[in-house]
């Protein structure tokens, strides 16, 4: 009844158990995967490659275009880094080389809060607070400076709602803000601190030793954090459902309403009865699904070049 | 020691297992699934008829495409939806259908000065404004039909429903009727491609949108007009009366419908005529299968909506929606005699 006859069966039982629970979710991916792809057959078989190409999104007539869709994705997710990256760096930068510690740990703190708020409240906060505000305020005065502007006039050119394209953008930006800045500041930690003294010690200011010493040390956790970011932009739903405007057209204007992968599939799917609409929704899913995949792989592809360059 | 504990856990366990069978063998419980339009009112009656009887209902507003899809996969004992199916479609699943309740669909504006009832609008300016072809207050054809109001010259931001909704199905059928234009390039659907504007998820979405931005115009059900305190228009009908939605236009309105000669009631209650009808009044259907394997439920949900069609209309009204009239009530009844069976094809009703 000791202890170590009874080891190697638990040990293979253990081993046994974890194995099953790793393969489970290879399992899980390719069930999705298969999912996804089954359920996209129809409207890819029935309009081909024009489904990615074209931008007519119309139910009463089962024809289904998700450019828009795709575009609109990619573009709230791009202004989402825009303002997002250098927000969280700077704030990441200040907690862990500039703070106090008597500003770092509250700060810190509030920091993890944001980021456990659910992204229906950012949707409605953003809704209820934040749109009419930007609407009367930024965008009445973009409509009368920016708007009138030769060529690139038409970008911010819309009726002053407060609500569209830029607005799910800022709010996206708003909610990846605190992951970011979270992960940058707890790889900006691991920097050894015999490192960084040792170039304060030849008389390096504090920038240099974020630019030369900090983030050369932090590569592959700042590019982590920064793709983490980039992926919750991504597949947000609801948030940005509550303040993009939920409209399938291609605008010029990034003022005006939009859609998104995500935000279409959570207004459509429960109503979507015919076989085609459906099909269409699913095949959205799948798109997304790729485009993240994508993004993943290229941040990988990424790193590893970085790594390589600096010869580790 | 260990095991007399273990034993009596489980015999503890299996006691309470048998005490939860048994007291959801006494309470009866239906459920259903889809519209949102009549939430409300299903909603009270359910709380209503539980206090009475007993008999718990469960509805989920999650959409009538969604009512629909749940009842042809049998997960609930009825659907609800604002879009009729077919007599085709019916017998395809095998399910029978009838109208339970009616409410009104109304445009609402936000204009500043506005109040509800100030603006008149006719069908083909409403198809014009949502065809994107009216975009200013101040254009003419709006100036013609109020003569009276000075109205900005500002742009007129659009709101339509994002999500799929018997509640556009209603409005664009409606479209489709006063305007051929529309009927041609958009058409009737619970989603259709709207040519402008900005989309709301829900009557909820549509009524905060409409709140929200200057120089608007939406359209709900009737109840989130009044409880989120929109201007709603008045509208030209069929008999080129100006009409503001009430109980009264709508019950106008579905005076007209001759359910007695539509096929599974296929009937849409939009551009009825009538000097005082509400131009755009909506039915809500209620979806049963015809073939029932548990005759007891079937008939408590039957048991269930005979009640509210008797006892309901208090509650209804309340809530601004018109019951069925008796007449209807008495064809529908006798639907259920005839087409509702159990699986040994024996009378439910």
Redesign the interface.
């Given at each position: 009844m000791s202890v170590k006859q009874f080891r190697p069966g638990f040990d293979r039982g253990f081993h046994n158990l974890t194995f099953g629970l790793s393969m489970f979710v290879l399992l899980l991916l390719v069930a999705i995967l298969a999912f996804l792809v089954m359920g996209s057959l129809p409207v890819l078989k029935s309009q081909g490659l024009s489904f990615f190409i074209s931008s007519?999104?119309?139910?009463?007539?089962d024809v289904y275009g998700a450019l828009p869709a795709i575009i609109q994705t990619l573009i709230t997710a791009i202004i989402a880094l825009v303002i997002g990256v250098p927000v969280s760096f700077g704030i990441a930068v200040f907690l862990t080389e500039l703070a106090p510690v008597w500003v770092a740990r509250p700060v810190g703190v509030a920091i993890e809060m944001l980021a456990a708020i659910p992204s229906i409240i950012y949707g409605m906060w953003g809704?209820?607070v934040f749109?009419?505000t930007f609407?009367t305020v930024i965008q009445r005065w973009t409509m009368a400076n920016l708007a009138p502007i030769p060529v690139i006039g038409p970008v911010f050119a819309s009726?002053?709602?407060?609500?569209?394209i830029l607005t799910a953008g800022i709010i996206l930006a708003i909610m990846i803000v605190p992951f970011i800045t979270a992960m940058m500041r707890d790889v900006f930690t691991t920097v050894p601190a015999v490192l960084k003294e040792s170039a304060y010690g030849l008389g390096c200011t504090r920038w240099e030793v974020v630019h030369r010493i900090v983030l050369p040390y932090c590569r592959a956790g700042t590019v982590g954090a920064v793709m983490l970011g980039l992926g919750r932009a991504l597949g947000e739903t609801m948030a940005v459902?509550?303040v993009i405007?939920?409209?399938?057209r291609l605008s010029a204007s990034i003022m005006g309403?939009g859609?998104t992968i995500s935000s279409s599939i959570?207004?459509?799917f429960?109503?979507?009865?015919s076989k085609l609409h459906s099909s269409a929704l699913v095949t959205l899913g799948l798109t997304l699904f790729v485009i993240t995949f994508i993004v993943l792989a290229v941040a990988r592809l990424f790193l590893l070049r970085l790594k390589k360059q600096s010869g580790h | 020691m260990l095991t007399t504990f273990k034993k009596s856990i489980l015999g503890g366990a299996a006691l309470l297992m048998a005490a939860g069978v048994f007291a959801s063998a006494q309470a009866t419980e239906i459920s259903g699934a889809g519209a949102t339009f009549p939430y409300p009112v299903y909603a009270k009656w359910a709380e209503a008829y539980e206090a009475k009887t007993g008999v718990k209902m469960n509805y989920q507003s999650i959409g009538s495409g969604g009512g629909i899809k749940q009842i042809k996969a049998s997960t609930v004992d009825f659907g609800a939806s604002d879009a009729p199916l077919t007599k085709e479609e019916l017998d395809e699943a095998g399910l029978v259908q009838w109208p339970m309740i009616m409410g009104g669909v109304v445009p609402v504006v936000n204009i500043k000065g506005i109040k509800g009832g100030d603006v008149k609008l006719s069908g083909a300016v409403l198809a014009d404004i949502y065809l994107g072809k009216i975009t200013k207050w101040d254009d003419k054809a709006i100036a013609d039909l109020n003569p009276d109001l000075k109205l900005p010259s500002e742009a007129i931001s659009v709101v339509e429903r994002s999500d799929g909704s018997g509640t556009t199905f209603n409005f664009t059928n409606y479209l489709a009727a006063v305007s051929p234009e529309w009927k041609d390039s958009i058409g009737v659907n619970k989603s259709v491609q709207w040519p402008v504007g900005v989309g709301g998820k829900g009557n909820e979405g549509v009524a905060s949108y409409t709140k929200q931005i200057d120089g608007s115009i939406g359209y709900v059900e009737y109840a989130y007009a009044l409880q989120n305190d929109l201007a709603y228009t008045q509208m030209k009908n069929k008999d080129g009366e100006f009409v503001s939605p009430t109980a009264a236009s709508f019950a106008a309105a579905a005076a007209n419908a001759d359910w007695a000669n539509a096929p599974g009631y296929y009937l849409i209650l939009g551009n009825q005529p009538g000097a005082k009808s509400w131009p755009i009044t909506a039915a809500s259907f209620i979806l049963v299968h015809k073939s029932q394997d548990n005759a007891k439920t079937a008939k408590d949900v039957l048991d269930f909506f005979d009640w509210s069609f008797k006892n309901g209309s208090d509650i209804a009204d309340k809530l601004d929606y018109v019951s069925m009239p008796e007449s209807v009530v008495d064809m529908v009844e006798k639907t259920w005699t005839a087409d509702v069976k159990g699986s040994d094809g024996k009378k439910i009703w």
């Open positions: 007519d999104w119309n139910p009463v007539t809704l209820f749109a009419p609407g009726p002053p709602m407060g609500i569209g459902t509550f405007g939920n409209s399938h309403p859609a959570a207004n459509e429960v109503e979507a009865d | -």
